[in-house]
C-alpha cells in the first residue's frame, strides 16, 4: 500500500468522516495546562468528594469475590445484576417499574447515543434536539448523516410552540427522533416543565417521532422539586441513564432503558461495535449501588455543587457586564451565558487565557459550529467557590477590554 | 410516538440494521446451560489460570494509587501511560519502535474493527479478508454496508494465488482495505507463513490497498518459532492488538497502532462513538504489564493451552470418521474442523446437545452466512483435556449417526 499521510488517508476515509468536526477548541484546552489558569470548560464531576473506602469495597468485589466473571467476557447486553441496579436507581430517581431485561449496558452514556444512531439514523434523516444541546450527542449523531434540527429553549427548556412549528413543515412520521436532556440541560442549565414534558409527549404521539430522554444530571438538583421523567409519565420513551455523575466517569458505565424490541436491535449493533462493556467495571458499579451509602455520597456531591453554582451565579452577578445575561439552573453542572451578537467568545479565547480562564465557546453546541459564537458554556462542578469567583472576574473583564 | 413493538421498529430502523444477522446460534447456546454439555463454542481465556495477588496488585493501582485519575474521564486516544505499554509488548512480540502517540487504546480490538470500519468504509466498498474469518470482524465491518469478499487459506493462511485473482478483477485502488489474522487465526487455526506475508505486502503496493493486521493470539505460539509480524515488515500496517489473551477480556481494552494520519480519523469517530474508553480499566492494564511478572503467567497460559491443544488434536485422530478434515494449529484456540459436503452442522447441533457437545458452526464465519454448513470452529482453550476428548468422541458420533 502506499504510505498513510494526510493526504493518502484523506482520499480513502468514508464520506460520514467528513461531516464531523473535529473540536479546535479541544486542542486549545490540551495547550491548557498552566496551573493559574481556572477552567469553566470541562464537565468533569469531582471524584475526589468520593469516600476512598466506597470504591475499594466496590472494587474489591471485581478483584476478589466476583474475580472470575469479572475478569471474562460478558454478553453483549450487559450483566443483569447491574441491569438491576439501574432498575433500582431509575425507581429511586422517579421511574419504578423497569424491567431490567429492557436495559442494555453501554459503555458511558456516549455509547448509548451511538448506538441509537446506528440504529436508527438513515443519511438524511430528520433528528429534533434542543439548540444549544450536548456536543457528544451531535458528535455520535452526525457519523450517521442525518439533519439535525435544533429546537431553542428558554428557562422552561425546549419552546413547544417552536417545536410544533418545525414538525409541521415535517409531517407525521417525517422526524426520526427528538433528543433531549430535560434535567439542567447541558449546556442550557434549564429544565423542561412538567407542563411541556405532557406537551412533548402528545406531540410524539400526534407526528409519530420516538422520544430519547437523556438524564446524566437528574439527581444533581440543587433547589425545588424533582419533575418527573418523561420516562414515567410514557413507557415507551428511550431512556439514557449513567452513573458518570452519580460515581465516576472512569468507569465508562451507562445503559438504555427501552421497549424490547428496541434494545433487541441495539443489541445487535452491539455486539459488532464493543462485544459487551466492560464486566469489571459492571461489577464495580453493581457493589458501588448495593454495598456502599452512595446516596450519602450524591448528597454530599449535591451541597458541594450547590454551593458551586450559588458562588458562579453571584459572580456572574456581580461581574458581568449589564448587556449579558445567563441561565439560573436549579441542578447539574452549567449555565449557558449569552453575550451581545457582536461579542465573538470564540476569538476572545486567547485573551481569556492570558487572563487565565477558560470556557466553552457556545458554536460547538449547534450542529452548524457557526451559531452561538456570542454564547459560552460555563462549568461549576469543577472548581472551588473562590476559583469559581476569580474566573467570572476574569472572564467578565476579557469581554469589558473587547469593547474598549 | 405509537408503541415501540417489534413492528413498528422495523419500519424505524436504518437500512444498515438490515444487513445485520444475529446468531442463531447464539440463542441456542443460551438455551445450553446445562452442566453435562462441554463447550467447544467459546473463545474464551481461562482467567482462572491468573494468579489473584497479580490482579489485585493492579487492581490496587486504580482504586489507591492512581484513584483520582482512574475514576475521571480521560482523553479519547487512552491514557499515554498504557499506551506505551502496549508499545512495549509490541517490542517484546517483535514490532519495535511504535511510538506510543501512533496508539489508540480502545474497548477491546472489537471496537477497533468497528472504528476502522466507520473510518473507512463507504456502502459498496470492497474489503477481503480470510474465508471463514473472524465472525466480530464482519459482525463490525457489516454495519457500514461493504462488500466484504473472502479469500480461502489452506494451512500456510490466505492462498496469495488466489488473493491476486481477486485483486486483479478490481484493478488497483478498488478493494479498501484487507483484513487478517496472520496468527494462529479465527477460526481457522492456521498462520501465514513469512513468505506469504511478504508478498501480501508486495500486493498492497501494487493494488494500493491498506493492511489491517488482527493479531489477538500471536503470544499463544506452543510450537516453532515466531513469525515476523506484517507491522514489522511494513510500518504502514494498521495493527490491532489486545489484552484479551493475555490478561483478561473482562477489561475490554485493545488497541490500534498505525500511521498518525490513520490514528488522527479514527479518534475523531472515537469521540462520538464512546468519548474515551475506562481509564480505571487502563490503569489496570498498564500495571499488570509493568508491576506483576506477565510473561510467567503469559508461559502457564502456553502451557495449559498447548496441553489442551494437543488433547483434541489427539481426539480428533482416534474418534473422527475418516473423511473429516481438520486444521493442525501451533498456537491460539482453535481448530477448524472440515466434514464432507453433505453433513450439514448446524442441522445437527440440537443433536449434538443432546449428546452433551457444542461446536461453532462454520457458516457464521462467512458473510453469506450460509458457506461453511459442513465446517466447525472447535476451541480448545477452555475446557480440561479431558473433557476436550469426550467433547471430540461425542461430537464424532453425532457426524457419524447422521450418516447411518
Given at each position: 500500500m502506499s504510505k498513510l499521510t494526510e493526504e493518502t488517508v484523506k482520499n480513502k476515509v468514508?464520506?460520514?468522516?467528513?461531516?464531523m468536526r473535529s473540536s479546535a477548541v479541544r486542542d486549545l484546552f490540551a495547550a491548557a495546562?498552566?496551573?493559574?489558569i481556572i477552567s469553566l470548560a470541562g464537565g468533569m464531576p469531582?471524584?475526589?468528594?468520593?469516600?476512598a473506602e466506597a470504591v475499594q469495597k466496590a472494587a474489591e468485589a471485581a478483584y476478589d469475590t466476583n474475580r472470575k466473571e469479572a475478569l471474562q467476557y460478558g454478553g453483549t447486553p450487559g450483566r443483569p445484576e447491574t441491569a438491576k441496579v439501574f432498575s433500582m436507581i431509575m425507581e429511586t430517581g422517579?421511574?419504578?417499574?423497569?424491567?431490567?431485561?429492557d436495559i442494555l449496558i453501554t459503555t458511558g452514556a456516549q455509547e448509548a447515543l451511538d448506538l441509537l444512531g446506528k440504529t436508527f439514523i438513515n443519511p438524511g434523516d430528520v433528528i429534533l434536539c434542543e439548540g444549544p444541546t450536548y456536543l457528544g450527542a451531535l458528535q455520535a449523531f452526525a457519523a450517521y448523516q442525518p439533519e439535525i434540527i435544533c429546537i431553542p429553549f428558554d428557562e422552561d427548556g425546549m419552546k413547544m410552540d417552536l417545536l410544533e412549528e418545525e414538525l409541521q413543515k415535517h409531517?407525521?412520521?417525517?422526524?426520526k427522533f427528538l433528543y433531549t436532556?430535560?434535567?439542567?440541560?447541558?449546556?442550557?442549565?434549564v429544565t423542561l416543565s412538567l407542563e411541556r414534558r405532557k406537551r412533548l409527549l402528545e406531540l410524539s404521539e400526534e407526528y409519530d417521532f420516538m422520544v430519547l430522554e437523556d438524564d446524566?444530571?437528574?439527581?444533581?438538583?440543587?433547589?425545588?422539586e424533582p419533575i418527573t421523567p418523561l420516562k414515567a409519565l410514557f413507557d415507551q420513551v428511550i431512556y439514557l441513564g449513567t452513573?458518570?455523575?452519580?460515581?465516576?466517569?472512569?468507569?465508562r458505565t451507562g445503559w438504555i432503558a427501552a421497549p424490547s424490541a428496541v434494545i433487541e436491535k441495539v443489541n445487535l449493533m452491539k455486539q459488532g461495535t464493543?462485544?459487551?462493556?466492560?464486566t469489571f467495571d459492571q461489577v464495580i458499579v453493581e457493589h458501588y449501588f448495593t454495598d456502599t451509602p452512595w446516596e450519602e455520597t450524591l448528597a454530599k456531591f449535591v451541597d458541594t455543587y450547590a454551593e458551586r453554582k450559588d458562588a458562579m451565579l453571584a459572580a456572574l452577578e456581580e461581574?458581568?457586564?449589564?448587556?449579558v445575561t445567563w441561565t439560573h439552573p436549579t441542578g447539574g453542572f452549567f449555565v449557558w451565558l449569552t453575550a451581545p451578537e457582536n461579542v465573538d467568545l470564540v476569538a476572545l479565547l486567547p485573551q481569556a487565557l492570558e487572563q487565565g480562564v477558560i470556557y466553552t465557546p457556545?458554536?460547538?453546541?449547534?450542529?452548524?459550529?457557526?451559531?452561538?459564537?456570542n454564547c459560552a458554556r460555563l462549568a461549576?462542578?469543577?472548581?472551588s467557590p473562590e476559583n469559581l469567583r476569580a474566573a467570572i472576574e476574569r472572564m467578565a473583564k476579557v469581554i469589558e477590554d473587547s469593547r474598549a
Open positions: 468514508a464520506d460520514r468522516v467528513l461531516s495546562n498552566r496551573d493559574d469531582d471524584v475526589s468528594l468520593l469516600p422517579g421511574v419504578p417499574g423497569v424491567d431490567p431485561a409531517g407525521k412520521g417525517g422526524v436532556i430535560p434535567n439542567f440541560q447541558n449546556p442550557g442549565g446524566p444530571y437528574g439527581r444533581l438538583r440543587y433547589e425545588g452513573i458518570s455523575k452519580t460515581f465516576a466517569p472512569g468507569l464493543d462485544l459487551c462493556g466492560s461581574f458581568m457586564p449589564e448587556d457556545g458554536n460547538g453546541f449547534f450542529p452548524d459550529g457557526e451559531t452561538g459564537k461549576f462542578c469543577f472548581e
